[in-house]
T-cell receptor, first 116, second 112 residues
Framework: DQQVKQNSPSLSVQEGRISILNCDYT??????FLWYKKYPAEGPTFLIS?????DKNEDGRFTVFLNKSAKHLSLHIVPSQPGDSAVYFC???????????????FGKGTRLHILP | KAGVTQTPRYLIKTRGQQVTLSCSPI?????VSWYQQTPGQGLQFLFE???????NKGNFPGRFSGRQFSNSRSEMNVSTLELGDSALYLC???????????FGSGTRLTVV
């Protein structure tokens, strides 16, 4: 059973417009969420994260929104640039007992194409 | 500082063989995690090591094993390879668990 779901395998957005990548989760114990970006032949790189005590975190062109009641988060990229074309992974983790569980659960990824 | 180094980058093995993949974390990082990436399943957690101890394990069969050395370098071993083991194996290191893991470029394993 997938605990972190990215239902759109791919997304195409015009350069300069807003890219919105969505992610849903089922485990209500997740309290920390991350987005990773991956280019072909490279490992994923950390992009931005958000704790469950917040509903928004912004870093330059990247903003992550968290809706805990809907168990939904989204990554907004504004404005979209050609270098943003990559696969984006949503990930989540939870605290187990008194320690944070080191096991990060990833979604299957969304391939973003930025069109010229 | 140097990033996470994984060797080899590419590997072709036949069914039934065994393979060992290596990961050198960023200097000072003591947490090393391994992930398998396939087109159908995305990124799946294999196991995580911290200070030579396996702290967490994903839902993979016992053919998948790993270890971490005193210098934090880690190895992953897959025995009795199956065609379905063909994947990109990624190693990630961090100073502390979770947060901004730094990933290596991966080892692409092809089983024929």
């Amino acid at each position: 059973d997938q605990q972190v779901k990215q239902n759109s395998p791919s997304l195409s957005v015009q350069e300069g417009r807003i890219s919105i990548l969505n992610c849903d989760y089922t485990n209500s114990m997740f309290d920390y969420f991350l987005w990773y970006k991956k280019y072909p032949a490279e490992g994923p790189t950390f992009l931005i994260s958000i704790s469950s005590i917040k509903d928004k975190n912004e870093d330059g062109r990247f903003t992550v929104f968290l809706n805990k009641s809907a168990k939904h988060l989204s990554l907004h990229i504004v404005p979209s640039q050609p270098g943003d074309s990559a696969v984006y992974f949503c990930a989540a983790s939870e605290v187990v007992g008194v320690d944070r569980d080191d096991k990060i659960i990833f979604g299957k990824g969304t391939r973003l194409h930025i069109l010229p | 500082k140097a990033g996470v180094t994984q060797t080899p980058r590419y590997l072709i093995k036949t069914r039934g063989q065994q393979v060992t993949l290596s990961c050198s974390p960023i200097s000072g990082h003591r947490s090393v995690s391994w992930y398998q990436q396939t087109p159908g399943q995305g990124l799946q957690f294999l196991f995580e090591y911290f200070s030579e101890t396996q702290r967490n394990k994903g839902n993979f069969p016992g053919r998948f094993s790993g270890r971490q050395f005193s210098n934090s370098r880690s190895e992953m071993n897959v025995s009795t390879l199956e065609l379905g083991d063909s994947a990109l194996y990624l190693c990630a290191s961090s100073l502390i668990p979770v947060g901004g893991y730094t990933f290596g470029s991966g080892t692409r394993l092809t089983v024929v």
